[in-house]
């Protein structure tokens, strides 16, 4: 069946770099759009990022432009998300999602990202 | 990249049917079919339960329905059940690729 799992949040300083990774399993991963979702403590669900299946288009909300970046290595079936200067407010749970047509039909399981000095 | 404005909690009685309202704007529900509807359980990641306005996806139960007008859609449960008790998203495409979710609805039973 369908897998995603999260790797790489913990705590990191203010100002400092982390990268997220996203291994997935049960279905063709170069097939499919990818997307960052993150949901800070206690608050709602936030778009972060898009990336294309074959990784050549990658899109970013407003929040994250030019400090996070999308990538992916489809041999290695892995999504990764590198957040540089890192501020309180990216604290979060960060979620992979698969797409489904235009809608995130499977999910993981989160990492936490904490920003704290 | 506004979220998309959510009622904080609606409440029912079992059996009775609740609706949820999203409103967006003319540059994404208004502008797109492709406003899908997720359940977050505590401490859980979310699950579809309704895309494409109103379609759902194998295994969701047919009390769940999803519509749309104009710039703002429409998520009801009926017969409401114990286990519906949780929070719900909505989310809308915006172009370019782009998403944008609701602000989150509190459902109680």
Known sequence: QVQLVESGGGVVQPGRSLRLSCTVSGFTFSDYAMHWVRQAPGKGLEWVAVISY???NKYYADSVKGRFTISRDNSENTLYLQMNSLRAEDTAVHYCARVSGMALG??????LVTVSS | Q???TQPHSVSGSPGQSVTISCTGTTSDVGAYNHVSWYRQLPGKAPKLMIYDVNKRPSGVPDR???SKSGNTASLTISGLQAEDEADYYCC???GNYTYVFGT????TV
């Open chain 2, 2 to 4: 506004s979220a998309l």
């Open chain 1, 54 to 56: 074959d990784g050549s």
């Open chain 2, 104 to 107: 989150g609805t509190k459902v």
């Open chain 1, 106 to 111: 499977h999910w993981g399981q989160g990492t």
């Open chain 2, 92 to 94: 809308s495409y915006a």
């Open chain 2, 64 to 66: 769940f329905s999803g």
